[in-house]
């Protein structure tokens, strides 16, 4: 769905210093309309896929079309991948963090606006780990992993209980990595709203006994992220 919308991947590359923990700037991916004054999301890839994988290329194609700007990046590991097609496991969780906030930074920088941090499941938790730090007017995960693969006991909810940040999680109901039963049991703060997504799995795609398809998923995902981002980031800017 980028196709239907004004892409601009920036060129203008800045100088990086040896030992920098983000990528190039260069590689900042904006999509969606470009406003004075914007309002919208910076949304991180999951572990295994990169920023223009089809999940994250549909996602903010249909937010664009519902007049969100989003900017996408990629974390160190997987522009490495994307460079020699070698296979790497995700950095270190405070190297993953530290690239976060150099994006933000950098897009702040660019253009000063309201912007929201988010991810698809790995990206989306890195970015609840410092949406209270840096102070963003709201968070969104999409298919948040509330435990690691196959281990229920291995939660990734404590902070999640005292979050402050206006946060929208987007779950698919049969998601392996939390589904419904499971979160019910969890302590989260009232700052979190959960949409939830029937019969979905961790790439919020349905059954097909559900009665519903991938798109209409998706579709309801960028509606109610849409939504809430109007509420919690550009009615206040």
Sequence with gaps: MDKLLRID???NQRPRARGDICVSFSELLWSGPVAVQPCGLILAHGAGAPMDSPFMSEMAGR?????????R????????????????????QTQLLDCWREVWREVNAREPGRWAIGG????GRMASLLADELDAPALVCLGYPFHAAGKPEKTRVEHLAALRTPTLIVQGERDALGCRAEVAGYALSPAIRMLWLEAADHDLKPL??????????LQRTAEAVAGFLGEAVCASA
Excluded: C, I, N, W
């Design 73 to 92: 990046f990629e974390f160190p590991y997987m522009a490495s991948r994307r460079r020699d097609g070698g296979k790497r496991p995700p950095s270190p």
């Design 208 to 217: 097909r006994v559900s009665g519903f398809s991938h798109a209409q998923h």
């Design 120 to 123: 698809k499941s790995m990206g």
């Design 9 to 11: 991947v920036d060129t």
């Design 63 to 71: 937010l664009g079309e519902l007049g969100v700007r989003v900017v």
